[in-house]
Nanobody
Framework: QIQLVESGGGLAHTGDSLTLSCAAS????????MAWFRQTLRKEREFVAG????????FLPDSVKGRFTISRDNAKNRLYLQMSSLKLEDTAVYYC??????????????????????WGQGTQVTVSS
């Protein structure tokens, strides 16, 4: 089973940029579709970005599109989330997640939380004005 560890969270001001990283171990990282989710105390876990196992396809919801970028480096077993133009509402605990996807196409990824079977412990991002 793959293990995931997020890092890079912290304090930021509105308009700032921050990059999160997720280190994977214990599994064939290149066969997993990956995603970032976030959660606050008041909301359910929310999809932020997804990327296919090959990295050729990614998608993000409108709430972060144009501000966030998801990428991966399969050689380094790393997933990234570049966040820019941060807003107060981006404050949350951010989780990376893995979906076993040995037969998926290189362009497949999903925002369906139930498809993700491995999760990191989360990293806190706090945005203040």
């Amino acid at each position: 089973q793959i293990q995931l560890v997020e890092s890079g969270g912290g304090l930021a001001h509105t308009g700032d940029s921050l990059t999160l990283s997720c280190a994977a171990s214990g599994g064939a990282f290149g066969t997993y579709a990956m995603a970032w989710f976030r959660q606050t105390l008041r909301k359910e876990r929310e999809f932020v970005a997804g990327i296919s196992w090959s990295g050729e396809s990614s998608f993000l919801p409108d709430s972060v599109k144009g501000r966030f970028t998801i990428s991966r480096d399969n050689a380094k077993n790393r997933l990234y989330l570049q966040m820019s133009s941060l807003k107060l509402e981006d404050t949350a605990v951010y989780y990376c997640a893995a979906q076993v996807c040995p037969y998926c196409s290189g362009s497949y990824s999903t925002d369906d939380i139930s498809e993700y079977t491995a999760w990191g412990q989360g990293t806190q991002v706090t945005v203040s004005s």
